[in-house]
């Protein structure tokens, strides 16, 4: 079947510091990826997305690659800010078929000054 | 232009009420998902309609729980009757079909307390 799993959280990291979440997923062919971000008391903004082999996602600094040989897609950011602390969900889309989502757990993240 | 509106934006009742979510897609969208979150569980896919179609409902928790889209601009969610069991944060999305990479849009989310 289709699923995804997302590194446990909560992550707290100190302002500047380097960010790494793992995400892999399970799915036949190939899948869309995507990070999405839930800022406190907000519904879920998409971040940034890959639809196929060795793309690369990057928004607003973070970035993440579709690796199909790993299936893998970890967010990642040079240096967070304060403003970054939220909760980042890892999601995938069937190749065919319906767009439903399939969402991973979600990552909180906290950073400090 | 305008995103996914949802409301109420909150909402507090007690057991035994008839609550009603409503949600507004992403005019042209065709695809629309109700999903539930909760500390527990995170995020839960409760139901999804295409072309205002329910496809999937497997998601919905019990016959407590109905889900309509009467057209392609309008969704309502009901719990009737509601448990303390039900509060959460109900999200609304919606998605164009196109092709892949078709992000869903969400909206605030109705946050919901039973007392």
């Known amino acids: 079947g289709n699923s995804v799993t997302q590194m446990e959280g909560p992550v707290t990291l100190s302002e500047e510091a380097f960010l790494t979440i793992n995400c892999t997923y399970t799915?036949?062919?190939?899948?869309?990826l995507f990070w999405y971000v839930q800022y406190p008391g907000e519904g879920l903004q998409l971040l940034l997305k890959a639809t196929k082999a060795d793309d690369k996602g990057s928004n607003k600094g973070f970035e993440a690659t579709y690796r199909k040989e790993t299936t893998s897609f970890h967010l990642e950011k040079g240096s967070v800010q304060v403003s970054d602390s939220a909760v980042y969900f890892c999601a995938l889309r069937r190749q065919t078929g319906a767009n439903n989502l399939f969402f991973g757990t979600g990552t909180r993240l906290t950073v400090i000054p | 232009d305008a995103g996914v509106i949802q409301s109420p934006r909150h909402e507090v009742t007690e057991m035994g009420q008839e609550v009603t979510l409503r949600c507004k897609p992403i005019s042209g969208h065709d695809y629309l998902f109700w999903y539930r979150q909760t500390m527990m569980r995170g995020l839960e896919l409760l139901i999804y309609?295409?072309?205002?179609?329910?496809?999937?409902d497997s998601g919905m928790p019990e016959d407590r729980f109905s889900a309509k889209m009467p057209n392609a601009s309008f969704s309502t969610l009901k719990i009737q009757p509601s448990e303390p069991r039900d509060s959460a944060v109900y999200f609304c999305?919606?998605?164009?079909?196109?092709?892949?990479?078709?992000?869903?849009?969400f909206g605030d989310g109705t946050r919901l307390s039973i007392l």
């Open positions: 309609f295409n072309n205002n179609v329910p496809i999937d």
């Open positions: 999305a919606s998605s164009l079909f196109g092709t892949a990479g078709q992000p869903q849009h």
């Open positions: 799915a036949t062919g190939y899948p869309s």
